[in-house]
């Protein structure tokens, strides 16, 4: 879910309307007042469709939209600055706001190409030189990958030399300052500077979109520390916010309806060689909410696959008593099991595990058999029972001691799910798997949870409050996804909207328009597409992306990663008609009933020439809509 989605669903249209002064009645699923825009003491002409979060004015103003541009209009504000008080107000972190200069975005753009150089300059050591070699070898021998696979992901090798890179890219004419900036440099103590990256395989990380951000390297020697190094923290590597993988998995999470969490690059590499394609990984470091938001937004169903070292009894038992930060150490996942049901709880998403057998890594196992690897995905745990499993295994359950201790453990964890059905059939399953009564298990959170652990469970279940508040997974409407579809259609094919205009007009209809889309975000995107295609400085994608508000960013990305439709332009166009068509008649007969209504109820006459408006083009549309399907079945 994006940030503006999560805001909708967070901030009630109700709410917001009641603040502003406005009395509502409720009339049936919607509700009515006097319209906050316009002075009108006669005509209750404003209504609220709480199930979209829109509203309308159907008096003086004629108009309406969500949340935004209610707080838009109501304060004379801009997009930009009604995000930033819904953001607030919603307690949602809009940490990419501030960053959204187009210079930056035009120097971002320039960075990323010379990551683009960089890659393809340690491709050219890996593949071409004598020096590659022995990287090559590794990677072909060791970890079995093929010619194809080093290709498709663009592994390259770093030259043994302290300023191989230096030297090449100065050469080219950029700075060092560029080089330090895309995290390629380290500064020596005595001044200057030198290669980060020496004698390394070099894996280039992509973000989501396929846009360079940076490297992890791998030693060749193993002599060298650290075994896996990143790219340094800079403008484009967000470590807390990437998912090594993601631009080649997206597609397949969304179809598997399921995306899995493997720890290493070289991992995610060779399961995707084996034909599973639905993995990504994190950048060595403990999972975030961000990159499983990230994930959300393709699937609420993700496994962790875990080593046995990591999900294991050593790793639970620690991930359980220790402190959280102690667990957020670099070059570690961690397993906390705690951070995960939070996760999980705050995110609405289905968390599982997956343990590797027999000390074997995921690329083992696809070495060993590749219908191993979906097998042991398919039979991934909820967390808790994990945690039960792990700390069952290898005990004997009939001492009555260790009873007690597994039950002191797991209860506490058990209490702090949100979800009393949960909580009720994971306390029936650890009272069966320590043969006990289901009663005595009720009484040992008081007695479990020692002082020691108290201020910590206070902290955790204001946590849990929170998250009850959380959003609700169906919080994105019908109607949104449906003009989701529409923009997602317009936004990767920005050259059909003249011809789709024209069909419009041709139909006796208007031309598309920016108040088509209720929403403001979809609003604020399709104006630039629309400005986009009036221009010709520069290509129609590079102008959108250029001029998007960052926070858009999202919304972006979530509507270009919508199923693309397949077929000729016509179909296209066909199914972009359809959908507008849709769209509108969804407005047009809702406010038709409502004005209707409206009409009816206060006798008013000023609303009959709208209703009969409406009315009009609710006919035309549905003409266009009838010649549409004719045309289609012929
Ligand atoms: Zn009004």
């Given at each position: 879910m994006s940030s503006i989605d999560e805001i909708k669903s967070r901030i009630d249209i109700l709410d917001l309307a009641a603040e502003a002064g406005v009395k509502l009645r409720r009339t049936g699923r919607n509700h009515t007042g006097f319209?906050?825009?316009?002075?009108?003491?006669?005509?209750?002409a404003f209504v609220i469709w709480p199930e979209s979060g829109t509203w309308r004015c159907f008096?003086?103003?004629n108009e309406g939209g969500d949340i935004f541009k209610f707080v838009m209009k109501k304060e004379g504000i801009d997009f930009k600055e009604a995000l930033q008080r819904l953001a607030d107000k919603a307690g949602v972190?809009?940490?990419?706001?501030?960053?959204?200069k187009p210079e930056q975005k035009e120097e971002n753009l320039r960075l990323r190409n010379l990551l683009e150089d960089v890659a393809t300059f340690y491709r050219h050591q890996l593949l071409q030189t004598e020096a590659g070699k022995p990287a090559l070898t590794y990677l072909l021998?060791?970890?079995?990958?093929t010619e194809q696979t080093i290709e498709a992901f663009g592994l390259g090798y770093a030259p043994h030399s302290w300023d191989a890179t230096l030297k090449h890219f100065t050469a080219k004419g950029f700075s060092e300052q560029d080089l330090l900036d895309v995290g390629l440099l380290s500064e020596r103590d005595s001044g200057g500077y030198y290669d980060k990256f020496r004698n390394r395989i070099m894996i280039p990380i992509r973000d989501e979109n396929g846009k360079m951000t940076g490297f992890g390297g791998r030693i060749?020697?193993?002599?060298?520390?650290?075994k896996f190094m990143n790219s340094p923290q800079t403008a484009l590597f967000d470590k807390g916010r990437l998912l090594y993988g993601l631009d080649r998995a997206r597609k397949p999470i969304r179809a598997a309806d399921q995306a899995v969490i493997v720890e290493g690059y070289l991992d995610v590499i060779a399961v995707h060689q084996a034909g599973y394609e639905n993995v990504v990984s994190p950048m060595g470091t403990a999972l975030t909410d961000d990159q499983l938001r990230m994930l959300k937004r393709f699937t609420r169903k993700i496994v962790l696959a875990l080593d046995p070292d990591v999900a294991g009894q050593k790793a639970v038992l620690r991930g359980l008593d220790a402190a959280r930060e102690a667990m957020d150490r670099e070059e570690e996942i961690g397993f906390d099991a705690r951070g995960l049901l939070r996760h999980e709880a705050r995110l609405q998403a289905d968390l599982r595990v997956a343990t590797m057998p027999d000390d074997l890594d995921p690329d083992e196992i696809v070495a060993r058999e590749p219908a191993e690897w979906a097998r042991l995905i398919a039979a991934a745990k909820p967390i808790v029972e994990h945690v039960l499993d792990v700390l069952v295994s290898?005990?004997?359950?009939?001492d009555p001691k260790v009873k007690a201790e597994i039950a002191a453990r797991i209860v506490p964890l058990i209490e702090d799910l949100p979800n009393p059905v949960e909580r009720d059939s994971y306390r029936q399953m650890l009272a069966r798997r320590l043969k006990?009564?289901?009663?005595?298990?009720?009484?040992?959170?008081?007695?479990?949870?020692?002082a020691r652990r108290a201020p910590r469970q206070r902290a955790e279940q204001a946590e849990v409050q929170e998250s009850t508040q959380?959003?609700?997974?169906?919080?994105?409407?019908p109607f949104r996804k449906m003009e989701a579809a529409c923009l997602g259609h317009i936004l990767r094919r920005p050259d059909l909207l003249p011809r789709l205009d024209r069909r419009l007009q041709e139909a006796g209809l208007s031309a598309?328009?920016?108040?088509?889309?209720?929403y403001t975000d979809y609003q604020a995107i399709l104006s630039l597409i629309q400005r986009s295609l009036e221009q010709?400085?520069?290509d129609t994608t590079a102008f959108v992306h250029f001029r998007l508000?960052?926070?858009l960013g999202e919304t972006h990305s979530e509507l270009l990663a919508l199923p693309a439709p397949k077929g000729t332009d016509d179909r296209l166009l066909d199914e972009m008609t359809r959908q507008v068509l849709q769209m509108r008649r969804t407005v047009m007969s809702e406010s038709v009933n409502q004005l209707r209504f409206l009409t009816e109820e206060t006798?008013?006459?000023?609303l009959n020439q709208t209703a009969q408006q409406y009315a009009r083009v609710l006919h035309a549309i549905d003409q266009a809509r009838k010649r549409l399907s004719e045309y289609r079945r012929e």
């Amino acid at each position: 879910m994006s940030s503006i989605d999560e805001i909708k669903s967070r901030i009630d249209i109700l709410d917001l309307a009641a603040e502003a002064g406005v009395k509502l009645r409720r009339t049936g699923r919607n509700h009515t007042g006097f319209c906050p825009f316009h002075s009108n003491t006669r005509t209750p002409a404003f209504v609220i469709w709480p199930e979209s979060g829109t509203w309308r004015c159907f008096g003086e103003c004629n108009e309406g939209g969500d949340i935004f541009k209610f707080v838009m209009k109501k304060e004379g504000i801009d997009f930009k600055e009604a995000l930033q008080r819904l953001a607030d107000k919603a307690g949602v972190t809009l940490e990419r706001l501030q960053s959204e200069k187009p210079e930056q975005k035009e120097e971002n753009l320039r960075l990323r190409n010379l990551l683009e150089d960089v890659a393809t300059f340690y491709r050219h050591q890996l593949l071409q030189t004598e020096a590659g070699k022995p990287a090559l070898t590794y990677l072909l021998e060791k970890r079995n990958l093929t010619e194809q696979t080093i290709e498709a992901f663009g592994l390259g090798y770093a030259p043994h030399s302290w300023d191989a890179t230096l030297k090449h890219f100065t050469a080219k004419g950029f700075s060092e300052q560029d080089l330090l900036d895309v995290g390629l440099l380290s500064e020596r103590d005595s001044g200057g500077y030198y290669d980060k990256f020496r004698n390394r395989i070099m894996i280039p990380i992509r973000d989501e979109n396929g846009k360079m951000t940076g490297f992890g390297g791998r030693i060749l020697d193993p002599d060298d520390i650290p075994k896996f190094m990143n790219s340094p923290q800079t403008a484009l590597f967000d470590k807390g916010r990437l998912l090594y993988g993601l631009d080649r998995a997206r597609k397949p999470i969304r179809a598997a309806d399921q995306a899995v969490i493997v720890e290493g690059y070289l991992d995610v590499i060779a399961v995707h060689q084996a034909g599973y394609e639905n993995v990504v990984s994190p950048m060595g470091t403990a999972l975030t909410d961000d990159q499983l938001r990230m994930l959300k937004r393709f699937t609420r169903k993700i496994v962790l696959a875990l080593d046995p070292d990591v999900a294991g009894q050593k790793a639970v038992l620690r991930g359980l008593d220790a402190a959280r930060e102690a667990m957020d150490r670099e070059e570690e996942i961690g397993f906390d099991a705690r951070g995960l049901l939070r996760h999980e709880a705050r995110l609405q998403a289905d968390l599982r595990v997956a343990t590797m057998p027999d000390d074997l890594d995921p690329d083992e196992i696809v070495a060993r058999e590749p219908a191993e690897w979906a097998r042991l995905i398919a039979a991934a745990k909820p967390i808790v029972e994990h945690v039960l499993d792990v700390l069952v295994s290898e005990q004997d359950v009939n001492d009555p001691k260790v009873k007690a201790e597994i039950a002191a453990r797991i209860v506490p964890l058990i209490e702090d799910l949100p979800n009393p059905v949960e909580r009720d059939s994971y306390r029936q399953m650890l009272a069966r798997r320590l043969k006990v009564d289901e009663r005595t298990l009720t009484g040992i959170k008081l007695a479990g949870g020692t002082a020691r652990r108290a201020p910590r469970q206070r902290a955790e279940q204001a946590e849990v409050q929170e998250s009850t508040q959380a959003p609700k997974a169906s919080s994105v409407s019908p109607f949104r996804k449906m003009e989701a579809a529409c923009l997602g259609h317009i936004l990767r094919r920005p050259d059909l909207l003249p011809r789709l205009d024209r069909r419009l007009q041709e139909a006796g209809l208007s031309a598309l328009s920016v108040t088509d889309f209720e929403y403001t975000d979809y609003q604020a995107i399709l104006s630039l597409i629309q400005r986009s295609l009036e221009q010709d400085e520069s290509d129609t994608t590079a102008f959108v992306h250029f001029r998007l508000v960052d926070e858009l960013g999202e919304t972006h990305s979530e509507l270009l990663a919508l199923p693309a439709p397949k077929g000729t332009d016509d179909r296209l166009l066909d199914e972009m008609t359809r959908q507008v068509l849709q769209m509108r008649r969804t407005v047009m007969s809702e406010s038709v009933n409502q004005l209707r209504f409206l009409t009816e109820e206060t006798q008013a006459s000023e609303l009959n020439q709208t209703a009969q408006q409406y009315a009009r083009v609710l006919h035309a549309i549905d003409q266009a809509r009838k010649r549409l399907s004719e045309y289609r079945r012929e």
